[in-house]
């Protein structure tokens, strides 16, 4: 089945940028999408289809991706910004959903 | 403004069913394709389930093939999640989600939880 890899954790100092990773074969043929997911609530969507933001995701938050890697990246980062983030796609050969394994952001 | 309220949630023994419901509003449920992600307690994200905005395909992870059913009333702007012969790594808060065309799920509710547990 398909596997998305991402580091455990990140640590960045505020108002630096932090880069978070998503490794799966071929994910530059995939649509990724990102999730922050702050203590005791739910995910929110902070980056669909590679790298459109929905209304009300602040511009420092962007979207990247290559062959075999995807990646968040938030600038001038803020102590609010610190969460868990995940990436995710939807496997259209078995029409699933499939997460990484999540990424903690400490500030 | 997109709002999903989960419930029937609480704590069940080893092989017992439990139903869950979401209730939605503020969008067209009936065209919208819907989701249950679950996570345990201090784990990632694991997708559960999804059904088409007709109910006409659904598919879910192997970690609950054949225990768990979603099916949807789109009289009632309503989804549920039929988990039957629950085991204990099923514990986990469950959220029902949106999903968009390009697979992202763009708009979650708060998650109820579920505890297996004899």
């Known amino acids: 089945s398909y596997v998305l890899t991402q580091p455990p954790s990140v640590s960045v100092a505020p108002g630096k940028t932090a880069s978070i990773t998503c490794e799966g074969d071929n994910i530059g043929r995939k649509s990724v999408h990102w999730y922050q997911q702050k203590p005791g609530q739910a995910p929110v969507l902070v980056i669909y289809n590679d790298s459109d933001r929905p209304s009300g995701i602040p511009e420092r938050f962007s979207g990247s991706r290559s062959a075999n890697t995807a990646t968040l990246t938030i600038s001038r980062v803020e102590a609010a910004d610190e969460a868990d983030f995940y990436c995710q796609l939807r496997d259209t050969s078995s029409d699933r959903h499939i997460f990484g394994g999540g990424t903690k952001l400490t500030v | 403004q997109v709002h999903l309220v989960e419930s029937g949630g609480g704590v069940v023994q080893p092989g017992t069913s439990l139903r869950l419901s979401c209730a939605a509003s503020g969008f067209t449920f009936g065209t919208s394709t819907m989701d249950w992600v679950r996570q345990a307690p201090g784990k990632g994200l694991e997708w559960v389930a999804l059904?088409?905005?007709?109910?006409?395909?659904?598919n879910y992870a192997d970690s609950v093939k054949g225990r768990f059913s979603v099916f949807r009333d789109n009289s009632k702007n309503i989804l549920y999640l039929l988990m039957n012969s629950l085991r204990p790594e099923d514990t986990a808060v469950y959220y029902c989600?949106?999903?968009?065309?390009?697979?992202?799920?763009?708009?979650w509710g708060q998650g109820t939880l579920v505890t297996v547990s004899s």
């Open positions: 059904i088409f905005f007709d109910g006409s395909n659904k």
């Open positions: 989600a949106r999903g968009r065309g390009g697979g992202s799920l763009d708009s």
